[in-house]
């Protein structure tokens, strides 16, 4: 028997275009759930942003989410997930509402591919010296190593994801690898667009997609607490913070297709404190 | 006789640490003069905002540098200066404090230096959409061509602005440039970091640094307001709005040496509204 909650829509967030890959990989693996994405345009990037803005940013995402009426929360960025899926969650927890973030997804899925112990994470520069996935990884067991690629973002938003200028910049980059591992996760939101490309480059490993994990967590969080909807097919809503056209243009490529419909949301002015929603 | 504010600092301000070129460029020019720096950087990067955010956000900082005490005002961020020098030149009149954008300047250069009257502009997307510098290259009788250049600015703040990555990347923006100008502006203050790279794939062309050239057109305007100091060495301040430790690794590269103070402002509460200082 579902939940009456079960033909709400999933809240879907990233400070912009890059957790689109998540929205992606949820839709493709759970077509009948409804999605409501939020990019937080007005304020991307969160990498470059201290922990406690970042914290900040996000409690004010997931309130609006929560004010619209979400049944689960996915936290589908890799800043956003390392400092505030604790804050999250506990309200999450009294909401009833399951929140997941992308880098336990990954971990999980990492230490059960890695058969040598040895897994390395690619990510943003905020990502690495966030050190979360370092953390839970090492809690597992494994000798990890963590790389940050920072140009690979640019080269997903720019399109440039295959030939010879993505080849050059991934081998700079993999060249630095030292501890040999077997298992390499995709650690940014952007960074599946370049796995062809990374794949050649490192034709024995086993690369984890963290958003295509997240997509399997998500589905398993969702039946266990009877959440899944009955319906075939889903809807998809987008908000952005700021830019409509330059999001719809870029996240082009990130979804397969031209982000639509696409609301303009303001956010700068707090109309539900986060608190509140605590108590 | 030097203008009593003369010894004021003069107001340097960029969304983040791409300004610390134009920063660079005025010490190296008026080294008599203090400067007050403030980087945006919990706002970081205007070029993706729409234009009414950028003006906020400009007029907001504005409203900190002039609350401060400056005797002069330097936009040294491309989209700021496309969005926000008029209104912030027109409360500069009022205050008696001269504005400068980075663009006019190179502008004006370009004009001078052109022989067969093409002219190219380098930048990033929101530049080469604001359509600012082609208005007034056009305005000038100048044929021109824009071209934007995003991965430019993560090379310059990867380090990676010499070598075959940097070279493959400018070769691949630059095979698009078809009026065959032989005047080519870096409008963008990430790209002087790149200048020789660019120079030597197009070697005939006059490069116009819009860094330098701010530089030139400030000592004119403080020459012609008796604004010029009489110090031989003036100070540097920085301010920034999130982050201290990412700017000073992050600008070291751009500066030459490590930021320093650096002091973190908070510009999310509104302390003196913008409309204020415009009566």
Redesign the interface.
């Known amino acids: 028997m579902p939940n009456s909650s079960s033909n709400l829509p999933i809240g879907v967030f990233d400070s912009g275009i890059g957790g689109l890959t998540v929205l992606s990989a949820i839709q493709a693996l759970v077509p009948g759930e409804s999605l409501l994405y939020l990019g937080d345009?007005?304020?991307?990037p969160y990498g470059?942003?201290?922990p406690e803005?970042v914290q900040r940013y996000a409690e004010r995402v997931a309130s609006h989410l929560w004010n619209r009426g979400v049944k689960a929360l996915v936290i589908a960025c890799n800043t956003a997930s390392t400092y505030a899926l604790e804050p999250l969650s506990h309200v999450g927890k009294k909401l009833g509402i399951p929140v997941l973030g992308v880098i336990e997804p990954g971990v999980q899925e990492a230490l059960a591919a890695t058969k040598n112990g040895r897994i390395a994470i690619l990510g943003t520069e905020g990502t690495v010296q966030g050190g979360r996935y370092q953390a839970l990884l090492e809690q597992g067991g494994a000798n990890v190593e963590a790389l940050a690629c920072?140009?690979f973002?640019?080269?997903a938003?720019?399109g440039?994801t295959e030939g010879?200028?993505a080849t050059?910049?991934a081998k700079?980059y993999l060249e630095n690898l030292k501890s040999e591992p077997d298992t390499v996760i995709l650690g940014c939101t952007h960074y599946p667009l370049l796995a062809p490309t990374i794949q050649r480059l490192l034709p024995a490993v086993t690369l984890i997609d963290s958003a295509q994990a997240t997509a399997r967590s998500l589905h398993l969080a969702l039946d266990g607490s009877r959440l899944l909807t009955k319906r075939q097919q889903g809807t998809v809503r987008f908000l952005v913070t700021?830019?409509v056209e330059?999001f719809c243009r870029s996240g082009a490529a990130f979804l397969g297709q031209t982000p639509n419909p696409v609301e303009l949301v303001d956010l700068t002015e707090p109309s539900a404190p986060f608190s509140e929603l605590q108590q």
């Not at 345009?41 to 991307?44: E, G, H, S, Y």
């Open positions: 345009t007005a304020r991307v470059t942003r201290s803005t920072p140009l973002v640019s080269l938003e720019e440039w010879p200028i050059a910049v700079r700021d830019n330059r």
